[in-house]
Nanobody, 124 residues
Framework: QVQLVESGGGLVQAGGSLRLSCAGS????????MGWFRQAPGKEREFVAR????????YYTDSVKGRFTISRDNTKNAVYLQMNSLKPEDTAVYYC?????????????????WGQGTQVTVSS
């Protein structure tokens, strides 16, 4: 079992940056692909980015390509989401999640474990 705790959210002006962190528990963290999802008010949760078990493969939704970077450090049981050039439409609760598959998935159904979320608010 993996427990996940996100941190790093906050309020930032448009054009600014934030770095989200997700700390995982358990010695099996490196056996999970990891993903970031987000849910804006009144909208369904959506895929943002994912990273393979080793960190060698990353995937992004089109709206964040070139602005967000997902990374992981398996020695620290952590995954990160560096968010640059933030826009008001990036405002959402951001969740990290663990997928037992090797590369991760865009589908929420592939992810077994979820964090509690961290709020990101981008002001215009």
């Amino acid at each position: 079992q993996v427990q996940l705790v996100e941190s790093g959210g906050g309020l930032v002006q448009a054009g600014g940056s934030l770095r989200l962190s997700c700390a995982g528990s358990g010695r099996t963290f490196s056996t999970y692909a990891m993903g970031w999802f987000r849910q804006a008010p009144g909208k369904e949760r959506e895929f943002v980015a994912r990273i393979s078990r080793s960190g060698g493969r990353t995937y992004y939704t089109d709206s964040v390509k070139g602005r967000f970077t997902i990374s992981r450090d398996n020695t620290k049981n952590a995954v990160y989401l560096q968010m640059n050039s933030l826009k008001p439409e990036d405002t959402a609760v951001y969740y990290c999640a663990a997928d037992p598959g090797s590369n991760g998935s865009k589908s929420e159904r592939s992810y077994y474990y979820w964090g509690q979320g961290t709020q990101v608010t981008v002001s215009s």
